[in-house]
């Protein structure tokens, strides 16, 4: 049989078309690329774009003087929204169709704008500060009436973001909530914008596989709590607000979606903890395919942050507040429960804060879904009363007004003055002034300044008092810190140190000899933190050392391995006075072993030096006034300093038990902390 088609012919075909096909290419590529001018090169391009985005640097620790870390950093990846990226003819359906997957996997997607969910539409009740700054930017940057209604603005939206008349009213809010956001983060010059924070990899894959233009996934760090407790010290972290960036934060290489401390520990020690942010290039071709990811700067972790925190002490104060405020409440009418305390502990001879708990606290890994609630509260659980909370002493000030006395000559170790139970020294001017001991009608008869810390006794105070200089008595309080920071680094109030130019200042009165009586035993004017009477009672038990409070051991760099920082403990000055504070010290060891609180130090396993407090809050009921309690121990070699004050809670003597709590776990004993099955609390 004849064959048309030969191997021979059909190769040489082959090559004849191949040769074609070059040649063919080779014109192709030099007319549209070699000898390409600008336009044509610009049309190449246009379709390819390179974005630099930041690599947010790992957070530093938080860990506390036994290397437990308290808080810590995980990887986590965030759902952003390139404004500019999203293609205009299809940027609503792209935004609904992202939403309805976000709200299908169960992922909270950031939506401030304060109008509720559905028809009929109105503005949310709890608006908070910032979402209403960012509806007036809104407002003025459109040139709409601040008047205008929640339903208005909605059918104003939907007509300038150009929905379709068939997409559903509550699709409609969906999306406008979205573009709400873009049009903020626009206005201000940021983008891109954070659509969700901390997805999981379901929601990522998702993106992934859609390939939304505009839309892409960006690495970052989430805060990891790894306990419940010290929430008033760690703080919390938030995003930057536009104010803090453009005072602050922008100065300082932040990004302008960076996390920064809000509070406490995190706040306090933020450009150490921070770390600094990374730059990445992404470069994306048509429909936003990322093509190359250069990273142009590696990001640094942050420094970590060793605290004089014991946690495990920590959770013994916080509990055993807790346990023994509810105790005292259990018995007690809505109008008269307890609002609040706080516990402080502190190492006598260095000045580190070993515990320092406020009453009621909160959760920082929820505080994102509780922060609203919490600022509702009218107990004010944010509020750090150790550090923030100004009280009375009551009689924990009696040392002061004893010390004064004896430096001033006014008493000495062996005066002795009669407890007559009703201090009758200004009946003759007054008929209506006769302050009272608080064993009236009792009496207590001859006491020395040993023995009257023991009785807490006000008849020989008041007369301290009234016959010394009352500017004596404020110096004594500035020479032990009362009434000023303690150096502490955290937040902290000065408190009130009660004086006639106070008084003038404040009342626009005069200074009256009754104010001074009633100083003598802590209830006048003066107003001080827990953590000043805890620093004001450890300066007792030293000898008369002051010392800057410091909750700080030391900052380490991100591997450990240097020490960056580290607090001196110096002494700061001496008290005057020194050789008297022995007597001091007796009477307070006696107030344990023999007087208001030896009902649970007397047989103690260490010896304890201490001294209650009852602030009247109330001339009609004596459940409203404030306990407070001082104590140090051991008392022949003291090593720890604590304070409590509990709003309502009667007096120092009801509330002892809890530093009794501390001094168990601390000296290796097991607490007296119980709670009964129904949550009732067991003495």
Not at 135 to 157: C, E, H, K, N, R
Not at 161 to 187: H, N, P, Q, W
């Amino acid at each position: 049989m004849h064959k048309f088609y030969k191997p021979s012919r059909i190769a040489l075909l082959f090559v004849l078309l191949g040769i074609v096909v070059a040649v063919y290419l080779a014109a192709l590529y030099k007319m549209q690329i070699y000898d390409a001018g600008p336009d044509d090169n610009a049309y190449l391009a246009r379709n390819v774009s390179t974005q630099e985005v930041t690599l947010t640097a790992d957070r530093g620790d938080i860990l506390d003087r036994n290397g437990n870390v308290l808080v810590s950093t995980r990887a986590a990846y965030n759902v952003m929204i390139s404004r500019d990226k999203l293609p205009e003819d299809s940027i609503n359906d792209i935004l609904l169709e992202l939403v309805v997957s976000a709200v299908d996997f169960g992922v909270n997607y950031n939506d401030s704008f304060p109008v509720t969910p559905g028809a009929p539409f109105s503005y949310v009740l709890d608006m908070t500060t910032s979402q209403r700054k960012h509806l007036d930017a809104y407002f003025a940057y459109f040139g709409l009436d601040p008047q205008i209604s929640a339903s208005d603005l909605i059918v104003w939206m939907k007509e300038h973001y150009k929905l379709d008349y068939t997409t559903s009213i509550s699709d409609v809010r969906l999306v406008i909530g979205v573009r709400y956001e873009l049009e903020l983060f626009a206005v201000v010059g940021l983008d891109p914008y954070v659509f969700a924070n901390d997805v999981g990899i379901d929601f990522i894959t998702l993106i992934k596989d859609k390939d939304y233009p505009g839309v892409s996934i960006n690495p970052t760090a989430k805060r990891v709590y790894y306990t419940t407790y010290a929430a008033h010290l760690l703080g919390y972290i938030g995003k930057v607000s536009a104010e803090e960036y453009a005072d602050k934060y922008k100065e300082l290489g932040y990004s302008y979606n960076a996390m920064v401390g809000k509070d406490g520990i995190e706040r306090v020690f933020e450009e150490h903890l921070h770390g600094t942010d990374g730059k990445q290039e992404i470069t994306t071709g048509e429909g936003g395919v990322i093509i190359d990811e250069v990273t142009t700067k590696e990001p640094v972790p942050g420094d970590n942050i060793i605290l004089t925190l014991d946690i495990g002490l920590q959770e013994v104060c916080e509990d055993s507040l807790s346990a023994r405020i509810d105790f005292i409440n259990a018995d007690r009418v809505e109008e008269n429960l307890v609002t609040g305390g706080a516990v402080v502990v502190t190492a006598v001879k260095t000045g580190e804060v070993l515990a320092s708990a406020s009453y009621p606290s909160y959760d920082l890994s929820t505080i994102g879904q509780t922060f609203n609630d919490l600022l509702d509260n009218p107990n004010f659980p944010m509020l750090n009363r150790a550090t923030m909370g100004i009280y009375n002493p009551g009689s924990t000030f009696k040392m002061i007004t004893a010390l004064t006395g004896l430096k001033s000559g006014i008493i000495t170790p062996t005066t002795q003055i009669e407890c007559t139970g009703i201090y009758t020294a200004w009946i003759e001017e007054d008929s209506n002034f006769a302050p009272t001991c608080w064993i009236y009608p009792g009496a207590h008869g001859n006491e020395t300044v040993v023995t009257a810390l023991r009785d807490s006794c006000n008849y020989f105070f008041y007369t301290v008092a009234d016959l010394g200089n009352i500017n004596d008595m404020v110096d004594t309080c500035i020479d032990f810190g009362l009434g000023s920071k303690t150096g502490i680094e955290l937040p902290e109030k000065a408190g009130i140190l009660g004086s006639p130019e106070y008084k003038m200042e404040t009342l626009e009165e005069q200074w009256y000899p009754a104010d001074s009586i009633y100083t003598g035993i802590g209830q006048s004017y003066n107003h001080f933190t827990p953590i000043q009477l805890a620093n004001y009672v450890a300066t007792i038990a030293n000898g008369g050392s002051v010392r800057n409070l410091t909750i700080l051991s030391n900052i380490r760099s991100s591997d450990f391995t240097t020490v960056l920082e580290q607090p001196s403990h110096d002494i700061i000055r001496t008290v005057e006075g020194t050789e008297y504070l022995p007597l001091l010290q007796e009477g307070m060891e006696l107030v344990a072993s023999d007087g208001t609180a030896a009902s649970v130090f007397k047989d103690y396993m260490v010896p304890v030096a201490a001294k209650t407090g009852t602030v009247q809050t109330s001339t009609d009921n004596e459940t409203l006034n404030n306990g407070v309690f001082v104590c140090y121990a051991p008392a022949d070699d003291p090593e720890i300093a604590i304070a409590l004050v509990v709003e309502k809670g009667t007096s120092g003597s009801t509330i002892m038990k809890i530093a009794r709590d501390v001094m168990d776990y601390y000296f290796g004993r097991s607490t007296s902390i119980f709670v009964a099955q129904d949550n009732t609390i067991l003495p």
